[in-house]
């Protein structure tokens, strides 16, 4: 695994279990309010400042009992060869598991499922379909976050879904095409996007007509809870 960073403590991260959280190099997406540049690298630099996973299993062999689960994240996990492996060996501990995804790569998330490796799924949905132009550089066949989305929903012990909203990628009609991709989904989160931290494009920060105010982050919600059982604004 390529992993970048490294956290040993979150409450936060993953529902109702203290976790750490394991951040993996390299990304297929240029979101440009992405709050962690340094992961999403080239692949030129994507090969240095790696931590060693073996250092990180050495201190899960040793907050068993204390810690309950980890949470993979990224950058996106799914593009690393390993995470299968990977996460064998940390489930086999006995941790509970929990993973970040784009939702790119559906058939890494059935593989998951079918050998039972992961607990809890978190998805970002970043636009409507017709719109993830604006997020991937290059060819990128929309239909697969549609396939991740459904895998999610029949497959997943555990999910939510989760969009930060900003413009271009978000207004009440995109809301209206995500929330009739997953209706009938039991979580969604609509996140604020945090203008006081280091993102891809710090152009973006600056524009703020990309922003939503809090009455229309509001908005955005009761458009979505006609699809969804629960929504968050967090
Ligand atoms: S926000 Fe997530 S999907 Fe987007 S570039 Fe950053 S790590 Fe990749």
């Known amino acids: 695994m390529k992993i970048g960073g490294f956290q040993k403590n979150t409450l936060i991260d993953f529902p109702g279990t203290i976790a750490c959280i394991v951040f993996t190099k390299g990304c297929n997406f240029i979101c440009p309010y ?14 240095t400042d790696l931590f060693d996973e073996n250092k ?8 068993k009992g204390l810690l309950e689960g980890v949470v ?11 995470l299968i492996a ?26 998951l499922f079918e050998q ?10 970043k636009t409507c379909l017709e719109k993830y132009h604006l997020v991937v550089p290059g060819k990128f066949d929309a239909k697969k976050i549609y396939e991740s989305i459904r895998l999610l929903m029949n497959k997943a012990p555990a999910y939510e ?10 207004n ?25 931290v280091t993102v891809l494009d710090p152009k973006f920060l600056k524009a703020d007509h990309n922003f939503f105010s809090d009455k229309q982050m509001l908005e ?3 458009i979505i809870d006609k699809y969804v059982t629960t929504s968050v604004v967090r």
């Open 116 to 125: 039972e490796l992961v607990d809890f799924v978190s998805m970002d949905i």
């Open 220 to 222: 955005l919600k009761a």
């Open 34 to 47: 992405c709050h962690n540049p340094d992961l999403v690298a080239t692949p030129k630099k994507v090969a």
């Open 56 to 63: 990180i299993f050495n201190f899960l062999e040793k907050r």
């Open 72 to 82: 993979i994240s990224g950058g996106e996990p799914t593009l690393q060869e390993d």
């Open 172 to 196: 009440k009609k995109i809301m209206t095409d995500i929330g009739k991709m997953i209706m009938g989904a039991s979580t969604y989160n609509l996140q604020k996007c945090s203008r006081n």
């Open 86 to 111: 990977f996460s064998r060996i940390i489930k086999d501990m006995g941790y509970r598991l929990k993973l970040d995804t784009n939702g790119t790569r559906p058939e890494i998330l059935a593989k």
């Open 161 to 170: 879904f989760r969009t930060t909203c900003v413009r271009p990628f978000i």
